[in-house]
Nanobody, 127 residues
């Protein structure tokens, strides 16, 4: 079993920045691929970014590439999402997720592939 706890959400002005954190625990967490998803009202849950614990593989959705940075601290079992140049359309509940059966040289982007989810943290972007 894997437990994920997100933090760092809040209200920010457009073009501002926020950093989300995801504290992960559990016996199998080190073998998981870690990802951030977001879910805005009226929309489907959307893949944002993913990373391996080794840090060797990272992948971003086109909508956030160049503005968001995913990283991990293996010693702290924590995954981060640094969000810069935020836009109103980035507003959503952001979820941390763990994929226990990741691909070897790529990432799953469909939420159905992810086995464990955090409770979510709200990000609101005001224009």
């Amino acid at each position: 079993q894997v437990q994920l706890v997100e933090s760092g959400g809040g209200l920010v002005l457009a073009v501002g920045s926020l950093r989300l954190s995801c504290a992960a625990s559990g016996r199998t967490v080190s073998s998981c691929a870690m990802a951030w998803f977001r879910h805005a009202p009226g929309k489907e849950r959307e893949f944002v970014a993913a990373v391996t614990w080794s840090g060797g593989n990272i992948y971003y959705a086109d909508s956030v590439k160049g503005r968001f940075t995913i990283s991990r601290d293996s010693a702290k079992n924590t995954v981060y999402l640094q969000m810069n140049s935020l836009k109103p359309e980035d507003a959503a509940v952001y979820y941390c997720a763990a994929d226990e059966y990741p691909l070897v040289a790529a990432f799953h982007v469909g939420p159905g592939y992810y086995d464990w989810w955090g409770q979510g943290t709200q990000v609101t972007v005001s224009s």
